[in-house]
């Protein structure tokens, strides 16, 4: 199938280089554009993508608030958001994960690393790998001003396999990574974070990371 595209960034040549690399791929194709956060809401409306690669900082109104609207609109329920951050320097990107966005990836990343992240989070998967991810949501998450309650069931809900299951979640590691550190088949593994993720009524991944982290079942500086 064909991943359809929607690209939201303030700057033109921006988009248009990243035009001329999602037209590339035999597997995407570019449906719209917007040069601001309420024409991305607006497209996405319009022309209902599989994925809207989103910048943050926007004029009229951010990626977060776009993201936070799109997450909202339930006729935009199988549009997914991949936000654009310029990493260190971007101390947004949390908020955009709990807005909605089911990743994100630095502006100077590697073409290919690009086109991976649309396939990876148009598939339903959230872009949350290990390493500068895990380390980036951990730094931003490390003092929580108040818990958030949990959509789904408690900690409580979740039985102690589950609970290590959901701390190598919140490490950023992929379903084979998982099944690899417990002894678990791939299959299996997916199971698992398939029956938190209902457990705790979250949607993705990176729901899942942020719920781990502001609930208190993953403690940040303790994985």
Same mark, same amino acid.
């Given at each position: ?9 303030? #700057?033109? &040549?921006?988009?248009? =280089? ?9 597997? %995407?194709?570019?449906?719209? *554009? ?17 994925? $809207?690669? %989103?910048? @943050?900082?926007?004029?009229? +109104? !951010? ?9 909202? !609109? *339930?006729? &935009? ?16 990107? $949390?908020?955009?994960?709990? =807005? ?17 992240? @649309?396939?990876? $989070? ?5 872009? +949350? ?7 980036? @949501?951990?730094?931003? &998450? ?19 396999? *589950?609970?290590?299951?959901? =701390? ?35 949607? !993705?991944?990176? #729901? ?8 208190? %079942?993953?403690?940040?500086?303790? +994985?």
């Amino acid at each position: 199938m064909t991943i359809r595209v929607l690209l939201a960034d303030d #700057q033109t &040549l921006v988009r248009a =280089a990243f035009a001329m690399l999602v037209e590339s791929a035999r597997d %995407m194709e570019v449906v719209g *554009e917007a040069g601001s956060g309420r024409e991305a809401v607006g497209a996405a409306r319009e022309v209902r993508p599989d994925l $809207v690669v %989103m910048d @943050i900082r926007m004029p009229d +109104l !951010d990626g977060i608030e776009a993201t936070r609207l799109i997450a909202a !609109d *339930e006729d &935009l329920a199988g549009v997914r958001v991949l936000v654009l951050t310029t990493y260190d320097t971007d101390e947004n990107i $949390v908020e955009a994960l709990r =807005a909605g966005a089911s990743g994100f990836l630095v502006k100077d990343t590697r073409p290919a690393e690009l086109l991976d992240a @649309i396939r990876t $989070v148009a598939a339903g998967e959230a872009l +949350l790998s290990p390493g500068p991810t895990a380390r980036l @949501i951990e730094r931003f &998450l490390r003092s929580p001003s108040v818990p958030v309650p949990v959509p789904g069931g408690g900690p409580e809900c979740l039985s102690d396999r *589950e609970r290590g299951v959901l =701390a190598l979640v919140a490490r950023g590691l992929n379903n084979t990574e998982i099944a690899e550190a417990l002894g678990l088949s791939p299959l299996t593994a997916k199971t698992h974070v398939s029956r938190i993720m209902g457990k705790l009524g979250v949607r !993705d991944r990176a #729901q899942l990371v942020i719920v781990a982290y502001e609930s208190g %079942m993953v403690t940040p500086g303790t +994985l």
